[in-house]
């Protein structure tokens, strides 16, 4: 499906889009399983997870961005 999106016309991502949705998708997943493990006892505790989970996505990615960036 995300073929047909990409190779439409009306639908034509830059590289830096695909990039940085998958960027932001992986500091997604990252939150979550951070969340699981770290306790969030207030709300700077959940911003010190979104802002790690988003260095991490960031720094060492798990290709999703990359897969995003190749297949657009």
Known sequence: MIDGLASSPQFAPEPAQ?????TAFEA????QMLGAVL??????GGLAVQALARQL????PFGVAHLLETRG
């Not at 695909?18 to 998958?22: D, F, I, Q, S, W």
């Not at 997604?28 to 939150?31: C, D, K, P, R």
């Not at 996505?57 to 060492?60: G, I, K, T």
Request: hydrophobic share 55%; no cysteine; charged share 20%.
């Open 57 to 60: 996505a960031e720094a060492s």
């Open 28 to 31: 997604l997943i990252l939150q």
């Open 18 to 22: 695909l990039r940085e949705a998958g």
């Open 39 to 44: 306790p969030e006892a207030n709300a700077a």
